[in-house]
């Protein structure tokens, strides 16, 4: 699979409204907000298309780094309180669009279940 646009992010090839960021992860806000905080938190490897490439064995640490950054960002912007809604599309039937692993953070609304 190519090159994403996330990876372009990451160069700081084209510009992104960055949020956080350190040595495995970039967090950064979605370019159509679905929520009045909407971040994609994404991490710097490139090689990681999907959730279905994720193992326990090799990325526990970067899984723990996403987390923290969410609840960092999650605070950043004081939803950390009234709660906020993590989610990984993982593949065409979940509504995947970018082939570069990524949790969006969405917050400051009331969030509806079931999602759509
Ligand atoms: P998904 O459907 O889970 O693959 O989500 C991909 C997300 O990336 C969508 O919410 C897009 O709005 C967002 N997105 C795509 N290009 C950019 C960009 N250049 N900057 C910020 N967000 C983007």
């Known amino acids: 699979m190519g090159e994403t646009i996330f990876a372009k992010i990451i160069r ?13 992860v970039l967090a950064f806000k979605d370019i159509k907000p679905q929520a ?3 971040v994609l938190i994404i991490p710097k490897d490139t090689g990681i298309p999907t959730v279905s490439d994720l193992s326990s064995s090799k990325h526990s ?17 004081g939803v950390s309180e009234k709660g906020f ?7 065409a039937d979940a509504g995947q669009e970018v082939y570069h692993l990524h949790m969006h953070l969405f917050g400051g609304r009331k969030m509806n ?3 759509g």
Request: proline share 9%.
């Open 36 to 38: 009045p905080v909407h």
């Open 61 to 77: 640490e970067l899984l723990g780094a996403m987390i923290d950054a969410a609840n960092q960002i999650a605070k950043d912007f």
């Open 113 to 115: 279940w079931p999602p």
């Open 12 to 24: 700081k090839e084209i510009p992104a409204d960055i949020v956080f960021e350190n040595e495995k």
């Open 85 to 91: 809604r993590l989610v990984m599309n993982c593949g």
